[in-house]
């Protein structure tokens, strides 16, 4: 990279389809440590349910919602590691035949497996798999869209713990609740919302409002090429630190935009919405 390159911008170009590097946006193959850690709802609601000693955890949406980000935060903060150690784990441990330990081996759990993408198996060996996790005291967590979630759990060599499991899953349609009984968790990434939340809150808001900070720029400061440089410009076009009211005024645009978006069905998930913010800026 040159040395005056600002690094965040070579991030963001990762979210741009036709840069060769864009496979980094995909947390296994993230290799950058400034990753951006936004505290959704459903990563507190699985901070808390595993605090509260759920023995299952099913994370379900489209591609892109972010489960396996979900579950390397997980790692972070329920089970102690580093971030590097996490995205390890990520990539060694979590096919779900492996028990992840909590780092501090003075905390008495039975651990943790965690199934980063149950559709890198066959429905009848995830199955099997699932059901071999079964075990008291430990807690498992299963990542999966909704189709394969539902043909793995119905499939022939599906036992007692997937019954259970899918009975929860329909559930969870039925009556709008997580959970039922503490003890399973669905957690439908399909509706988690960009553009909703109060006081310029969205994930929407939070995650230009990181992307445009000054400690983000700083780098550019002294270049030579600033005043003629697009990419600042649409960086102070969006950075309320820079124009507070006029920037206001167009992330209030892209919110509804989203919000729009949203309530005519369309799913936005974050890495679209990563995507979209890359682009234009």
């Known amino acids: ?27 296994e193959y993230q290799v950058d440590s ?16 595993a ?5 299952s955890i099913i994370l379900t949406g489209d591609a892109g919602h972010g489960k396996t980000h979900l579950c390397r935060r997980f790692i972070e903060t329920h089970l102690g590691y ?15 035949r492996q028990v992840i330990p909590h780092k501090n081996k003075a905390e ?10 149950i559709s890198e198996f066959s429905p009848e060996i995830a199955a099997e798999l699932i059901e071999n996790s079964n075990i008291e005291n430990s807690l498992t967590i299963i990542c999966a869209n909704e189709g394969r979630l539902r043909a793995v759990l119905a499939s022939r060599n599906a036992g007692e713990y997937c019954a259970e499991l899918l009975k929860s899953f329909g559930a969870c349609f039925g009556e709008g609740k997580a959970s039922n009984d503490g003890r399973v968790h669905i957690v439908n990434l399909n509706h ?5 939340g109060r006081d310029n809150h969205s994930l929407a808001d939070l995650a230009l409002r990181d992307w445009t900070s000054g400690t983000r720029w700083r780098k550019c400061i002294d270049c030579d ?3 003629t440089c697009p990419i600042i410009r649409n960086r102070e076009m969006l950075s309320e630190k820079v124009s507070l009211e006029a920037a206001a005024t167009r992330k209030s645009k892209l919110r ?22 890359a682009y234009l800026l």
């Open 51 to 55: 605090s509260s000693k759920a023995h």
């Open 192 to 196: 988690q919302s960009v553009a909703a």
């Open 225 to 227: 090429s600033r005043d």
């Open 1 to 27: 990279m040159p040395e005056n390159q600002n690094p965040h911008v070579r991030r963001m170009a990762r979210f741009l389809p036709f840069d060769p590097s864009h496979d980094q946006i995909y947390e």
């Open 34 to 49: 400034d990753t951006l850690n936004l505290d959704t709802v459903a990563y507190k609601y699985v901070i808390g349910a």
């Open 256 to 277: 509804l935009l989203f919000a729009t978006l949203e309530r005519i069905g369309y799913v936005i998930t974050i890495r679209d919405m990563l995507m979209a913010f």
């Open 82 to 96: 580093n971030e590097n150690e996490a995205r390890r784990i990520i990539n060694e441990a979590c096919d779900g």
């Open 108 to 117: 008495p759990s039975g651990g943790v497996r965690i199934f980063k993408d």
